[in-house]
């Protein structure tokens, strides 16, 4: 079976999760399974298969020891998925409120009972083109998806994609808990006080965001090949989408450049957004990035700015320097 643990903290009304939150639940995680995956940038899966024996108890008892022991070190409450797949994990884990457990039996019965009922844009993956797609053709849930044929899905969404959501709406899921997955990315995540449409408090978000994840990277020296940012909605669903960068990097004004890109590919004009996530991701070492010269004087003399704003946050704490748009928006 595996376990999905959320840390409590990341919704839309209360404050992200610090950075040392990931690493330290990962320390708890591991104490109860050697396979264990980050989902930066609050959240865990454990492969619990193995430790069911030495804890004797199922998946659910070794749950509740987890949301204890993370009570206890962490000081946080946590909400838990169990289920038989990574996927129904995950989405169990969103169903459950902080301080309890949600649990699939690993039965095909259980999977549609827990499946049929939800909206068609909780499954992952599926973004919100593709969900209101499937919405014109009365396909709102994930039981009515479920039973239409592949043929008619693989029409409607594509031939891949219609192969992907004919297996997701059936609970079947091929991945694995994929052990160290944290060491080739860094994430962050900002919510908002209600559902917010305002475009300019998106950006200020996503801004905020790269800023940190800036700092995070270049504090360890290391830059990244590519972003996925993931807007969490009203209704619960969510829309995530990838980008290559042009060339590795740390840079913070580039990877808000590339973070507004996405942003503005989702369309969200009308949107009510909860919180955004933005994932760092293919992580390397700076120095075996190669970065492409440039004679602009307006970015090099940015580099400099930002070199002195590391050092001075290393020294008086990350608040010490924030961007203008920021201070305002805080002020």
Do not use: N
Not at 27 to 49: H, K, M, T, Y
Not at 141 to 168: C, D, F, H, W
Not at 256 to 269: N, P, W
């Amino acid at each position: 079976m595996i376990l999905c643990i959320r840390l409590a903290g990341s919704g839309a009304a209360e404050a992200p999760p610090s950075p040392s939150a990931l690493p330290a639940l990962l320390g708890l995680a591991e104490d109860i399974s050697p396979v264990v995956q980050a989902l930066p940038p609050d959240a865990a899966l454990l492969d619990v298969r193995g430790a069911r024996r030495y804890f004797g108890q199922d998946a659910t008892g070794i749950a509740a020891v987890l949301r204890v022991r993370a009570l206890a070190h962490l000081g946080a409450g946590c909400a838990i998925g169990v289920a038989g797949t990574p996927m129904l994990a995950r989405m169990a884990a969103r169903a459950a409120v902080p301080g309890t457990t949600c649990a699939v039996a690993d039965d095909e019965r259980a999977v549609r009972e827990f499946l049929a009922p939800r909206a068609v844009g909780a499954l992952p993956g599926i973004g919100a083109a593709t969900a209101r797609t499937l919405r014109s053709y009365g396909l709102d849930t994930v039981g009515r998806t479920a039973a239409v044929p592949l043929s008619t899905l693989q029409r409607i969404a594509g031939v891949r994609a219609g192969r992907e959501l004919y297996e997701k709406a059936r609970g079947i899921d091929r991945t694995k808990v994929v052990p160290d997955a944290a060491a080739r990315s860094v994430a962050a995540e900002r919510g908002f006080p209600r559902d917010e449409l305002d475009h300019d408090l998106h950006r200020r978000a996503l801004l905020s965001i790269t800023e940190e994840l800036g700092t995070l990277m270049r504090g360890t020296d290391q830059v990244c090949r590519s972003l996925t940012l993931t807007a969490r909605y009203a209704d619960r669903s969510a829309t995530s989408r990838t980008r290559a960068l042009r060339e590795p990097t740390a840079h913070s004004a580039a990877l808000a450049a590339a973070v507004y890109r996405i942003h503005e590919s989702l369309g969200l004009q009308r949107a009510r957004v909860r919180a955004f996530a933005v994932r760092a991701e293919g992580l390397t070492p700076a120095g075996r990035a190669a970065r492409q010269l440039t004679f602009d004087p307006v970015d090099e003399r940015a580099r400099r700015i930002e070199e002195v704003a590391d050092r001075a946050r290393a020294r008086f704490g990350p608040r010490a320097i924030v961007p203008g748009t920021l201070s305002r928006s805080a002020a």
